[in-house]
Structures are given as structure tokens and as C-alpha cells.
């Protein structure tokens, strides 16, 4: 099982709150992920909103590939809001900086603030994104020549994209599936998957695995060559009671997150939304025991159960809202007290040296 890092850049105070840009912050941890060993790093796109300023996935992702030994992942890529012929011109060129190291995460859009902004339908957005991303693939599908492409949202004349990919046929492709007909859409067509259960227990994420499988199977692909990633919010302290201390900072990111995503509360004008309480909210412990959160005995025991529930990359996110000198060492406690003994009892298991 893959262990790498998403980089949320998200921001869970008022402006204020923030006197520098998270940029050079999150320099500094995708540098110490590679210190660290894990296998990739992902960055998200989002635009307009206070919680993410991450306006061009691309863009981070270059930033940070150009200063580690990392593979690099966009989670995800906003093909909607773009045409087709600029994103494959664009992820191209980007697999290119990155001299293969890329993988693309592809998604449509979880927020209607963006979609409103920006001047388009969200109850569209599911079609006019499965349409880019058909498209997409037919441009890299055909190296040797111009194509077009005729779809209800995305037309074009026959057209060629220079470059075409540094990996062949392209990066590899996660698409970020929320519900079961979305996982087994998208299975069906090849993709790997990424999902992010939020705060929900591992029966969610038992469910989620199970209906991957089942679509991967249906579909003829073995084991492995279909991949299922969770993103997960992380949280590795040396004691219970102060890894506790982030449940709260965790339950605020929810309450923008939820917010934000079935829009029940506009943003100010700089985009803020006020992290009110839900109507319903789990309870500290469930969210403790939910998160990959506790002692790094507790997180390396919380980590084996994804792996037997058929979970092949865990995206753990240790930025869910607290400050980077603590992120940093967050992550470096994870990074030495469990996943090592991680990795060391893979090898064991399978009776390969560490790092074979």
C-alpha cells in the first residue's frame, strides 16, 4: 500500500489569522515527505475561496516536483473549468517538467461557489466534466494525428496538442469518485480511484473498497492494476492527549469543508465561510477514532486495517488546519514511528529486505 501526502493548503481561520502566503510552508513539507521516504505528494486546484488558495494545481506541482525526488500528483485537476485542448496541452508539458513523475488526478468540481463565480451550470458539471476527460484521453490516445471530438459540452475541429505526454500513453489517471455509481463509472472505464470519506468510520471506507472491487472485477482488471486511494486526515503525536488536541481543529475543517460543498452558507466577499456548527456532527471520540489520529502505535494499527479492508494508497493529510512547525513534526513522527515499522513489517511478510 502507497503512502503519500496531500497537501491541502487549506487556511481554517479568517484571513487575518494568516500573515504569509502557504507556499513556501508547503515547500517545506513536500521537501520533508521526500526526507521522509513516502511515495508522492499530491497538490488540489481550487479557485476563489479562502480555504484553498490553490488556483492552478499545475502550477504547485511543478513547484514542488522541481525541488524533490518525488512523484508528484494533481488532486485533483478541474477539467471543467478549462478547455479540453489547454488541459491536455498543459498536463502534458507538466508530465514533461516532472520528466515522468506525474500522476493526474481529475475531478469535476466539488464546490458550486466556483461554478457560480466562474459562470457555470453545476448541475451540469458531472456530464461536462465525464465528457473533457473522454476527450482528454482521445487527444493522448492518438499521438499520430489531429482529433476532434462532438459531445453535448465539449466540440472541437480536428486538432493536435503539442506536446503529447512524457509517459506513454499519459501519466496515470485517478478519478475522484464520491458515490458507488461514480466508482463504478469510472472503474468501468479503467481509472484508478481516489475517495475521501471525510469524517465517517471504516465501515465507509469498507463499503467504498468493496465497491471498487467489485467494479474492478466486473471490469476483467487484476489486482493492482486498477488502484483505490483514500484520503484521510492524519495526526501522529507522542501522547493520546495530545494528539486529542487536534479532534477540534479537524471538526472546524469539516464545518468549511461541508459547508463549502453543499453551499448552505455563502462566503464574505474575500471568500471566507464561517465555520458554524452542523446540524449533525460526530462526536470528538468518533472523530479521533475515524481519523488516522493517535499515538504512532495507535496510527500504524489504524493504517493495517486499511490494507486488510483492500485500500491500495492512503493520501494522509496533515494540514487539515494546524500550524506548519507543527505539521512538520506531525508528519515526521509518522514518518519514523510508523512508517518505517510499516514498511519493516511488509518486508517481513514478505520476507524481502526493506526498500526491495
Known amino acids: 500500500m502507497r503512502l503519500s501526502v496531500f ?19 508547503k515547500l517545506a513539507e513536500a521537501k520533508l515527505a521526500d526526507e521522509l521516504g513516502f511515495d508522492l505528494v499530491w497538490v488540489p486546484e481550487h479557485h476563489l475561496i479562502h480555504f484553498m488558495q490553490t488556483p492552478s494545481a499545475s502550477l504547485l506541482a511543478a513547484q514542488l516536483g522541481l525541488q524533490t ?11 471543467n473549468y478549462r478547455h479540453p485542448l489547454i488541459n491536455a496541452g498543459e498536463l502534458a508539458l507538466l508530465d514533461h517538467v516532472l520528466e515522468g513523475r506525474l500522476e493526474i488526478g481529475v475531478g469535476r468540481g466539488a464546490y458550486e461557489y466556483e461554478f457560480e463565480r466562474l459562470g457555470l451550470n453545476f448541475k451540469e458539471g458531472k456530464d461536462r466534466f465525464n465528457e473533457s476527460l473522454e476527450s482528454l484521453r482521445k487527444i493522448w490516445a492518438h499521438p499520430e494525428g489531429a482529433v476532434d471530438f462532438e459531445g453535448e459540452y465539449v466540440n472541437f475541429e480536428p486538432s493536435y496538442v503539442w506536446p503529447m505526454p512524457y509517459q506513454d500513453p499519459h501519466p496515470p489517471l485517478w478519478y475522484a469518485a ?57 495526526w ?50 468518533d ?8 499515538t504512532p502505535a495507535e496510527v500504524l494499527a489504524k493504517l493495517q486495517a486499511y490494507e486488510a479492508a483492500g485500500v491500495d ?6 494540514d487539515f488546519g494546524a500550524p506548519h512547525d507543527e505539521v512538520m513534526e506531525s508528519m515526521r513522527l509518522f514518518g519514523e514511528q510508523v512508517l518505517v515499522p510499516y514498511r519493516e513489517g511488509l518486508s517481513k511478510q514478505s520476507g524481502a529486505p526493506v526498500g526491495a
Do not use: C
Not at 10 to 19: L, N, S, T, V
Not at 261 to 284: C, M, N, S, W
Not at 287 to 292: A, M
Open 287 to 294: 472523530i479521533y477514532d475515524n481519523l488516522l489520529m493517535g
Open 313 to 318: 494508497e492512503v493520501l494522509l493529510m496533515f
Open 69 to 79: 525526488s518525488l512523484r508528484i500528483g494533481t488532486m485533483v485537476s478541474l477539467l
Open 178 to 234: 464520491m458515490t458507488e455509481p461514480s466508482i463504478e463509472y469510472a472503474v468501468a472505464r479503467g481509472y484508478h480511484i481516489t475517495n475521501w470519506p471525510f469524517l465517517s468510520g471504516m465501515d465507509r471506507v469498507q463499503h467504498v473498497a468493496d465497491t471498487f472491487h467489485a467494479a474492478r472485477e466486473a471490469a476483467g482488471a487484476a489486482r493492482g492494476e486498477q488502484k483505490l486511494g483514500i484520503l484521510r486526515g492524519a
Open 7 to 25: 497537501l491541502s493548503y487549506q487556511r481554517i481561520g479568517p484571513p487575518d489569522a494568516y500573515p504569509t502566503a502557504p507556499y513556501q510552508e
Open 236 to 285: 501522529v503525536a507522542e501522547t493520546e492527549a495530545d494528539a486529542r488536541r487536534h479532534v477540534e481543529t479537524a471538526l472546524i475543517n469539516h464545518r468549511i469543508n461541508q459547508r463549502l460543498h453543499h453551499f448552505t452558507q455563502r462566503a464574505d466577499p474575500k471568500g471566507y465561510v464561517f465555520p458554524e456548527p452542523l446540524e449533525q456532527e460526530p462526536a470528538e471520540n
